[in-house]
């Protein structure tokens, strides 16, 4: 089985459609909105990321775990709700897949991951501004 986290979002919804065209079993993880999975063949999960313990238990029995729940904002500095789902979702997940022995997990992420030098916008893997 396969669990995508973040289904609701635009790549996670799409990822969970792809996934079911090659006739995988997925576990779709949703916060709360379920509109972009309704009428799919898919187990569907609502929770909150920063729950370990429901996180744990979405993620018991998977092969494989697509990441891509995330909160995007541009003031992650003055959001503390990002920084919730951001970093202690993603370590629940890693975690839960540890404890689970998933064969493999794949984390989608954001240029607003680097954050800013001196206001600038970081380019990836170069650590120099746009």
């Known amino acids: 089985m396969i669990?995508?986290?973040g289904a609701s979002g635009h790549v996670g919804s799409a990822l969970v459609r792809a996934l079911l065209d090659r006739g995988e079993?997925?576990?779709a993880?949703?916060?709360?909105?379920?509109?972009?999975?309704e009428g799919l063949d898919v187990d569907v999960r609502r929770l909150d990321v920063t729950s370990e313990r429901e996180v744990d238990d979405a993620i018991a029995g998977a092969e494989v775990v697509y990441h891509a729940a995330a909160r995007l904002?541009?003031?992650a500095e003055r959001d503390l709700l990002a920084d919730e789902v951001n970093v202690r979702g993603t370590r629940n997940v890693v975690d839960a897949c540890r404890r689970h022995g998933v064969r493999r997990l794949i984390h989608f992420s954001t240029?607003?991951?680097l954050g800013r030098a001196g206001g600038a916008l970081l380019a990836e893997g170069s650590g120099l501004p746009y």
């Open 3 to 5: 669990v995508v986290t």
């Open 25 to 27: 079993k997925v576990r």
């Open 29 to 37: 993880v949703v916060r709360s909105d379920v509109r972009s999975v």
């Open 73 to 75: 904002t541009l003031e």
């Open 111 to 113: 240029a607003h991951a």
